[in-house]
C-alpha cells in the first residue's frame, strides 16, 4: 500500500491557477452587435479577454510566454471555435464568472497550468486537446463550477475539479505523458462535490514503478457520483481509489488493467455509505478490493475558502458489491496475502490533522454491506474485519481458500459468506 508521500489527494493544489490567474493582465475586445443575427461573427487572431457574448472563431496559433492567452469573464452565452489552432500561455485559457460558454476544437498548450474555471456554470469541452509542459501542475483545473462536460476530448494531464457539481466527463481519452516524477494524484478528480459523472472514458496512466498516475480515477469526499464505464490501465497505484466519505454513488462496469495495489479502494479518512459497486472487472493487481481506514475523525476545517463540517462518523455501511470480477491476481496462494480487503477496524489518530479524533466503537457504523454474484479469483478468500463489519452474503459469491484464514483470523464457521 502506498503511504502519504505525494498522496495525501484533496485540494492542496487548488490554488495555484488563482495565483497565476490573478496577476493576469490582458486586453479586453468588444465588438459592435450584429443586428442581422443573434450573435456577430467575431475572429480571434490574437491572445483577448472575451467579454460580451458572441460566436468566436480561432483564426490562426496565438501565443503568450508570460500571462493567460485567452480569458472568457463575466459574461454568457459564448461560443469558441478554434478551428485545430493552438493557444498558448501561462495558463493558456482561463473562464471566470461566466454561464453557458462552448469551446471546440482547440489546442491548449500550457506553459505552467493549463485550462481553469472559477465560479462558472454550463461550460462544455468538445474535441479538445489539452497539453501540458509542467506535470507537477493540474492541466485541467476547476473550482467552484456547476454543469461542466468535458465529451471526446484528448486530455494528456489530470483533471481536477473542486466544490463543483453536475459535471459530466465522457468519452475522452485520458493519456499521461511519460514522466520521471511521480504525479501528484489522478488523472480524473472529483473533490467535494455532488452529482457528477466520469463515463466510458479510456485512461492510461502510463505508469512506471512509481513514476507517471497515481490513480484512474478519484473521488473525494463526494455524494451520488457515477463512475461507469470506463477502461483504466497503467496506474502505479488503483484504478479508482475513494477518500473521506463518499455517499449514494455508483461505481459499475469499469474495466481495470493494471494497476498494482488494488482496482478499487481507499483508506486515508475512508468512510463509505450506501454505494454500489457493480460489474467491476479487475485484471493484473495484488487485490480486487482494498477499503481500509487510516487517521481519525476530521475536525471542522477550511478548503479553498470553503468551511467543511467535521467527521462525526466511521461508515461503512449499506453498500453493495454485486458481479465484480477478479482476473490475473498477481499474488496466490500465500498465506495472509487476500484477493481483498475490508480492514475497517480504525487505529485512531495518527495526527496528520491538528484536532482529529479518536475513532471507537460510538462513532462507528458497520452495517448491512451486502456481497453478491462476486468473483473474487483464485487467491486466498477476501479478508473482512472486524467480525462486526455488517457483510451479508447475498450468495453466489465465487473465493480461494477460506480454510488457511481459520484459527488464525475467523474462528470455524465464522467466515462471513459462503465461498462456491
Same mark, same amino acid.
Given at each position: 500500500?502506498?503511504?502519504?508521500?505525494?498522496?495525501?489527494?484533496?485540494?492542496?493544489?487548488?490554488?495555484?491557477?488563482?495565483?497565476?490567474?490573478?496577476?493576469?493582465?490582458?486586453?479586453?475586445?468588444?465588438?459592435?452587435?450584429?443586428?442581422?443575427?443573434?450573435?456577430?461573427?467575431?475572429?480571434?487572431?490574437?491572445?483577448?479577454?472575451?467579454?460580451?457574448?458572441?460566436?468566436?472563431?480561432?483564426?490562426?496559433?496565438?501565443?503568450?510566454?508570460?500571462?493567460?492567452?485567452?480569458?472568457?469573464?463575466?459574461?454568457?452565452?459564448?461560443?469558441?471555435?478554434?478551428?485545430?489552432?493552438?493557444?498558448?500561455?501561462?495558463?493558456?485559457?482561463?473562464?471566470?464568472?461566466?454561464?453557458?460558454?462552448?469551446?471546440?476544437?482547440?489546442?491548449?498548450?500550457?506553459?505552467?497550468?493549463?485550462?481553469?474555471?472559477?465560479?462558472?456554470?454550463?461550460?462544455?469541452?468538445?474535441?479538445?486537446?489539452?497539453?501540458?509542459?509542467?506535470?507537477?501542475?493540474?492541466?485541467?483545473?476547476?473550482?467552484?463550477?456547476?454543469?461542466?462536460?468535458?465529451?471526446?476530448?484528448?486530455?494528456?494531464?489530470?483533471?481536477?475539479?473542486?466544490?463543483?457539481?453536475?459535471?459530466?466527463?465522457?468519452?475522452?481519452?485520458?493519456?499521461?505523458?511519460?514522466?520521471?516524477?511521480?504525479?501528484?494524484?489522478?488523472?480524473?478528480?472529483?473533490?467535494?462535490?455532488?452529482?457528477?459523472?466520469?463515463?466510458?472514458?479510456?485512461?492510461?496512466?502510463?505508469?512506471?514503478?512509481?513514476?507517471?498516475?497515481?490513480?484512474?480515477?478519484?473521488?473525494?469526499?463526494?455524494? *451520488?457520483? %457515477?463512475? /461507469? =464505464? !470506463? +477502461? #483504466?490501465?497503467?496506474?502505479?497505484? &488503483? $484504478? @479508482?481509489?475513494?477518500?473521506?466519505?463518499?455517499? *449514494?454513488? %455508483?461505481? /459499475? =462496469? !469499469? +474495466? #481495470?488493467?493494471?494497476?498494482?495495489? &488494488? $482496482? @478499487?479502494?481507499?483508506?486515508?479518512?475512508?468512510?463509505?455509505?450506501?454505494?454500489?459497486?457493480?460489474?467491476?472487472?479487475?485484471?493484473?493487481?495484488?487485490?480486487?478490493?482494498?477499503?481500509?481506514?487510516?487517521?481519525?475523525?476530521?475536525?471542522?476545517?477550511?478548503?479553498?475558502?470553503?468551511?467543511?463540517?467535521?467527521?462525526?462518523?466511521?461508515?461503512?455501511?449499506?453498500?453493495?458489491?454485486?458481479?465484480?470480477?477478479?482476473?490475473?491476481?498477481?499474488?496466490?496462494?500465500?498465506?495472509?496475502?487476500?484477493?481483498?480487503?475490508?480492514?475497517?477496524?480504525?487505529?485512531?489518530?495518527?495526527?496528520?490533522?491538528?484536532?482529529?479524533?479518536?475513532?471507537?466503537?460510538?462513532?462507528?457504523?458497520?452495517?448491512?454491506?451486502?456481497?453478491?454474484?462476486?468473483?473474487?479469483?483464485?487467491?486466498?478468500?477476501?479478508?473482512?474485519?472486524?467480525?462486526?463489519?455488517?457483510?451479508?452474503?447475498?450468495?453466489?459469491?465465487?473465493?480461494?481458500?477460506?480454510?488457511?484464514?481459520?484459527?488464525?483470523?475467523?474462528?470455524?464457521?465464522?467466515?462471513?459468506?459462503?465461498?462456491?
Amino acid at each position: 500500500m502506498q503511504y502519504m508521500t505525494n498522496q495525501i489527494k484533496s485540494i492542496v493544489l487548488a490554488s495555484f491557477l488563482l495565483v497565476v490567474l490573478i496577476s493576469v493582465c490582458t486586453a479586453s475586445v468588444v465588438f459592435a452587435e450584429d443586428t442581422g443575427s443573434k450573435f456577430q461573427k467575431k475572429e480571434v487572431d490574437s491572445c483577448m479577454t472575451i467579454n460580451t457574448p458572441g460566436a468566436y472563431r480561432l483564426t490562426h496559433d496565438i501565443i503568450n510566454n508570460s500571462e493567460t492567452c485567452l480569458i472568457i469573464s463575466d459574461t454568457k452565452n459564448v461560443s469558441l471555435d478554434c478551428q485545430g489552432n493552438m493557444v498558448t500561455g501561462m495558463p493558456s485559457f482561463y473562464i471566470n464568472n461566466s454561464s453557458n460558454v462552448s469551446i471546440k476544437s482547440c489546442i491548449f498548450n500550457s506553459l505552467q497550468g493549463g485550462v481553469g474555471i472559477d465560479a462558472s456554470e454550463k461550460i462544455n469541452f468538445t474535441k479538445n486537446i489539452f497539453n501540458p509542459t509542467n506535470l507537477l501542475y493540474y492541466n485541467i483545473l476547476i473550482n467552484d463550477t456547476t454543469n461542466v462536460s468535458l465529451t471526446q476530448n484528448k486530455i494528456n494531464a489530470p483533471y481536477q475539479q473542486n466544490f463543483s457539481s453536475g459535471a459530466v466527463i465522457k468519452n475522452n481519452v485520458f493519456i499521461a505523458p511519460q514522466a520521471d516524477v511521480q504525479w501528484p494524484s489522478a488523472l480524473i478528480t472529483f473533490n467535494y462535490g455532488s452529482g457528477n459523472k466520469a463515463l466510458n472514458n479510456i485512461i492510461d496512466g502510463n505508469a512506471s514503478g512509481n513514476n507517471g498516475a497515481d490513480d484512474g480515477i478519484l473521488t473525494v469526499d463526494e455524494s *451520488n457520483d %457515477t463512475i /461507469s =464505464n !470506463n +477502461t #483504466i490501465k497503467n496506474v502505479w497505484d &488503483c $484504478g @479508482i481509489e475513494t477518500l473521506g466519505l463518499v455517499e *449514494n454513488s %455508483t461505481f /459499475s =462496469n !469499469n +474495466t #481495470i488493467t493494471h494497476a498494482p495495489v &488494488c $482496482g @478499487i479502494g481507499g483508506w486515508y479518512w475512508n468512510s463509505l455509505k450506501n454505494n454500489i459497486f457493480s460489474n467491476n472487472v479487475i485484471d493484473d493487481s495484488n487485490l480486487m478490493f482494498d477499503f481500509s481506514r487510516t487517521y481519525g475523525l476530521r475536525p471542522e476545517r477550511e478548503e479553498a475558502g470553503h468551511i467543511v463540517p467535521a467527521d462525526t462518523t466511521l461508515y461503512f455501511s449499506d453498500n453493495t458489491f454485486t458481479g465484480n470480477v477478479f482476473l490475473h491476481p498477481r499474488i496466490t496462494g500465500t498465506q495472509f496475502v487476500y484477493s481483498s480487503y475490508f480492514n475497517i477496524n480504525s487505529v485512531g489518530v495518527y495526527n496528520i490533522l491538528p484536532g482529529e479524533q479518536v475513532i471507537d466503537e460510538t462513532n462507528m457504523i458497520l452495517d448491512n454491506n451486502i456481497f453478491k454474484n462476486n468473483n473474487f479469483g483464485d487467491g486466498i478468500a477476501p479478508l473482512f474485519w472486524p467480525l462486526s463489519l455488517g457483510v451479508i452474503d447475498g450468495g453466489g459469491n465465487e473465493c480461494g481458500s477460506v480454510l488457511s484464514l481459520e484459527p488464525y483470523i475467523y474462528a470455524l464457521g465464522e467466515y462471513p459468506i459462503d465461498c462456491q
